[in-house]
Each structure stands twice: as C-alpha cells, then as structure tokens.
C-alpha cells in the first residue's frame, strides 16, 4: 500500500476486480438494453447506467492508487474511464439531460480525476474535454477548477460544501506567490476537517466491514488546484495528506502560474417582495426599535422587518439577562445579520463591525455596504494608500469620502468596545437619525471633521 497514517495491510484486490467488472457490465449495451426493456423504454437508463459505471471506476482507481499501483499500470483504466464519461456525455446529450445535476462532481473524486491526468501527461485540452459529463451551475468550486479548462464553462452562484471548500476556493483569485502558503495551510486544515468528521464522501473513523472499500484520504481536490494552476508545491509536497507520488508525476509537466480573470461581479439578489411580519418586541427591546430602525436604514423595508425578526430571535434564545442599554444595541443587531446570513444570502450589509485592528475586513465590510446601497461603482482603494497608524478608520473615513457623491456619509456608533461600528446615512435625513440614536443614549461619531474616537 502506498504510505499513510491510517492504515498499511488492507487487501484491496478483490474490491477492484469486482469494481472492475460491475462497470465493464455497466457498459454493455446487452445490459442498457435490458435496463431500458424493464423502465418502459427510458433512455435515460443509459445515462444511469453510464454514471453507474464511472461511479465505479472512480472508485476503483483511487483504490488501485492506494494499494502502491505504478501509475503505468493504473493508466489503461484511466482511459477507460475516459471512455466512459465521453459514452456518459453523448447519452447525455441524446436524453436531453444538458441541464441534469449528475451525481459525480463530488470535489475528492473530480480532484483525483484531473490530478491523474495531469500525472499522465494528458494535454488541457483532453483533460477539458473529459470533463464536459459534469454538471455545470451546481457547485462554483467544481465550475471554477474545470472553467481552467472550459473557460465558456457556466459558473454556479455559490459552493455546495462552502465550510470545507471556501479556502480553497480563494486560490482561484489569490496571487501567484500566495498560492503554496494557502495550498499548505489548507492541507492542515484537510486533517482537522476529516477527524471532526465533516468531509462529504469520506467516513472517519473507517469501520472495520468498510475497510476494504477505503480510497484514502489524501486532498485531491488540494491536488486537483495545484495542477490546474501550476502551482509550485515544492514547500508542501511531503505533506502527509497531499498524494505525493502523483504530484511529483505532474510536476514534469508544469508550466507557468495560471491567472483566472476575475468573475463579474454578480447581481445583487432581490429583497423578499413583501414584508414579514414583524415579530412583537421582547420588553427589554421595545424602546429600541425607533434606534433600530436607524441602525438599518440601509436596508430595503422587507430585509428591515426580517432582520428585527432575526434579531428578536437571537433574543429569546439567549434567554433572559439583564436591561437591554443602547450601546448593546449595534452588537446584537450585527448577530442577527450573521444569524440571518444577510451577507450570504441577500449580499447586503446594515451595519459593520470590525476590530480595530483588521483593516482587511473593513475594506470588506465597507464594499458591502456600498452594494447595499446599491452603487454600481465599487469601492476599491489602493491598500498601499493606507498609511495612518490608525488603518481601521483611515479606511472608515476614505469611505465616508468616497460616499459623498452619492448622497451618503458615514457614521460610527460608539460602543466602548475594541471594535469600530459603522453605517451609511442618506445625507439629507443624516442628522435625524443620528438625532434618534443620541436620544436613545449612544455616542455617534462621524466623520465629517476627518477624525472619529479610538474605539477601547
């Protein structure tokens, strides 16, 4: 078996013979035949049966890689499975199942089918063309890693497994130079991920009957990046959870770091048409919802009411606890924005917050509350212009700048916390707003002077 923590003496060799055989049975037209005779005359039995067989076969090669194969051996029944999938796409085709989402772009084995083939010597363009079965518009990390190779692929709208995959994801858009660090801090991450148990696909611990089905728990979809991109992998290429053999085979085909262009910034996603119903105030709330309605004011009518009913419900389950006060108020409104997943879900933002320290996360939050606003021009200042000691406000206050064309300042709730509060006010009403919050016994320091309290 090849080297790994887990294990080193299972037999494989009788769950390959028979992954084997079911698929080549798979592939039978005497087989689809019969499956379609017993569904009525559906033809998109071969389609079922198509997947069936490259569902085992993928399973079979990630088992021939664990048990030592040479990669010379394991290379007939990689073109195997490339025959497959392009039997899988013509059937695919012919049902009129184009827009179907097929089962078989799960990252680990996606990520060791293009690893593999990189390894083989497969040109980008056989291995684009490989790969055209996979459903597109499903999981933007799949969609990403084969767009390297079908750049007319459509792109998904989110991740499928964001938890697990959003780091590596952030690859895609990382500077060539930043790539190994985060490639090798992902593989860390790959092992805390398995023993939580919170890789889709793979089981820890292995039971004792499934031990002869085991395919390893290498990071293809780690490797599947790395040979996409050309990245350079000389840092991390011991790593225990990186399939090293494999990737010192890639590297002699390497070429120079690929740079994706930049995804269109997306649509921002329509508010709920209609209102909920609020949800009646707890009575340590109920005198705030005059300041919190100026907390949010950035927000469209129907997200106000639905993050007040997120807020209220952050309330009641963190049970009963002393008098609400207003510099409460901002922290508890940011909760239920995260509880709600507004950012998430909606792209929005009411309110920022952000320690006094990440400037990163400021420019960030400050980009979202621009969209929020629904400003077509992004705000995106050079980093290198932040020169202040203070970085948290120099970008806090180049927002309140660059907002005055549009109408808009910003303003900073002052809590006491080692942590700025932000939120953009329509010029005009500005002053009665902040009126109400100073009237409900918050602090509110603008920018207008060109400086604000040191949160702390």
Known sequence: MRNNKFFQDIDLDEAIDNGLKRAEEYCTETYITNRISQCNGDQKQRVLCYRMAYSRLMNMLQKQYVRGDSLDSIQPYYLQTRECLRLLEEAIHVCGMENAKMDIINPINVGFLLALGHALGESRNEIGRNTRAM??????????????????????????????????????????????????RY??????????????????????????????????PAAAVVAALNIDDSTFIDHEFYPTDLMRACAQYRGEPVILPPLPEPELPEPPKRSPRRKPAPERLASFQPMFDSLVTALPK??????????????????????????????????????????????????????????ESALSFCADLARTLGIKEAFEPDPLSLTRPERVWEVLNTFHQWLAPHDYCLISPFTGEDAYYALPLKTRTAKKHIAVLEQAGLKVNTFAGGHAVQPG
């Open 135 to 184: 459903s597109a518009g499903y999981d933007l990390f799949i969609d990403r890693l084969l767009s390297v190779y079908e750049p007319e692929r459509p792109l998904a709208d989110g991740l499928s497994h964001k938890a697990v995959y959003k780091n590596l994801y952030a690859v895609f858009d990382a500077p060539a130079e930043e790539r190994p660090g985060m490639i090798a």
């Open 187 to 220: 593989l860390d991450e790959w092992e805390k991920l398995l023993l939580k148990n919170k890789l889709p696909g793979h089981l820890y611990p292995v039971p004792e009957r499934l031990q002869k089905e085991w395919e390893g728990f290498w990071c293809y």
């Open 302 to 359: 129907s997200l106000q009411a639905c993050l007040w009913n997120a807020l209220v419900d952050w309330l009641n389950e963190e049970g009963e606890e002393a008098c609400l006060e207003a510099v409460d108020l901002p922290g508890i409104v940011v909760e239920a924005q995260w509880d709600m997943e507004l950012r998430e879900n909606y792209r929005r933002l009411a309110l920022l917050q952000v320690d006094w320290k990440d400037d």
